[in-house]
């Protein structure tokens, strides 16, 4: 054994370097700064518009939790969203306006709706799973498009927001703002922590090879319909925040095309990123904004843009899944994860 002499210096080990915050990282930052700082312009308008696409992002946000990490397909989640807007609804209609009763009725008819679909969804996959998945979504929406005592195609009119005995007070643009910022960012930190668990890792597993996981002895249809019903339940949670922001319930919120908005919301940001379904909810209806309401000057040019606005918006997704096959916010991710 070697003695190392006490009036020798001996250098002290190489602290790890301190990993550098990433580009994804600061536009993270950015994009989430710039949502808490909003309010204080003091614009209505875009104070409204900007509550509406956070509340897209939560709900794309859940729908990447099967989409982006499990690989599941689905093409019905706007069922959940229109759930909990009729939740909403239904009970203000019939004299019930605390908030709690209402939140309270969304989840649980929302989680057993998701529990009884996801049940028949994923003794399927593939493009069966997505067709079965649309086709309860379309069911529902013709379902409350013939309750005529609810509006039935033009919808439902929601007389006063939800009541929370004073916890939050709705009817104030600021504080539900607010409270849809703090429910978003609420959501990715439980699902930073759910993808990351032994939950996460099981969920991950059954995306890269299902069958190796169930050899395993891995329960993958449980995994599978809980992961289904939390998404399920982050949706229905945007459906109670947008039936309170716009004061009412349709049935165009059950549409498919509601539903294909959600995937290209997450296709669009990138799939299987925490942050990537807030980026592309916010770019997709952003560029929808900017696209029926484009002017070029010349009166004919100007009817053709306002007629036909939805082709300029497909276009643009579709340089974006040309050029940018791991959506916005996920080609970072990969840079990133390549270089280290």
């Known amino acids: 054994m070697v003695e190392i002499h006490p009036l020798i210096p001996v250098a002290a080990p190489a602290a790890a370097p301190r990993p550098r915050m990433g580009l994804r990282l600061w536009i993270a930052a950015a994009v989430f700064a710039a949502l808490a700082l909003l309010p204080l312009a003091g614009q209505s308008f875009y104070l409204t518009l900007v509550s509406r696409m956070m509340i897209f992002a939560l709900a794309a946000t859940g729908l990447n939790l099967v989409l982006g990490y499990g690989a599941m397909v689905s093409f ?3 069922l959940y969203i229109g759930i909990g807007a009729y939740a909403v609804g239904m009970l203000s209609s019939a004299g019930v306006h605390n908030g709690w009763l209402q939140l309270l009725a969304a989840l649980g008819i929302g989680g057993l709706a998701a529990a009884l679909i996801g049940l028949v ?9 997505i067709m079965i998945t649309l086709a309860f979504s379309q069911m ?5 498009v013939s309750l005529k005592q609810y509006g039935g195609d033009d919808g439902l009119s929601i007389d006063a927001r939800s009541d929370f005995g004073g916890f939050v ?3 104030d643009p600021v504080t539900l703002y607010y409270l849809i910022f703090a429910l978003l960012v609420g959501l990715l930190f439980l699902f930073h922590r759910l993808v990351h668990s032994r939950f996460g890792m099981v969920l991950r597993g059954c995306k890269s090879n299902e069958r190796r996981m169930r050899a ?3 329960p993958t249809l449980q995994v599978k319909l809980t992961a289904y019903v939390i998404s399920a339940l982050a949706c229905v949670l945007a459906g109670v925040l947008l039936a309170n922001l716009t004061r009412f319930a349709s049935p165009s919120y059950m549409h498919w095309a509601v ?8 296709v669009l940001g990138g799939m299987g990123t925490l942050v990537g379904p807030v980026v592309g909810a916010l770019l997709w209806l952003s560029m929808e904004e900017a696209a029926s309401s484009l002017s070029l000057g010349w009166p004919a040019a100007d009817e053709l843009l306002h007629t036909h606005w939805l082709a300029l918006l497909g ?3 579709l340089l974006v899944a040309l050029k940018l096959k791991d959506g916005v916010y996920g080609v970072l991710v990969a840079r990133e994860e390549k270089v280290q």
């Not at 529902?140 to 409350?144: P, T």
């Not at 539903?259 to 997450?266: F, I, Q, T």
């Open 76 to 78: 019905g989640h706007a």
């Open 121 to 129: 969804c994923l003794r399927a996959s593939g493009v069966a799973f």
């Open 140 to 144: 529902f929406y013709f379902l409350v």
């Open 169 to 171: 007070e709705l009817n």
């Open 216 to 218: 395993l002895g891995f």
């Open 259 to 266: 539903s294909g908005d959600l995937l290209v919301m997450v």
């Open 315 to 317: 276009l643009a997704a």
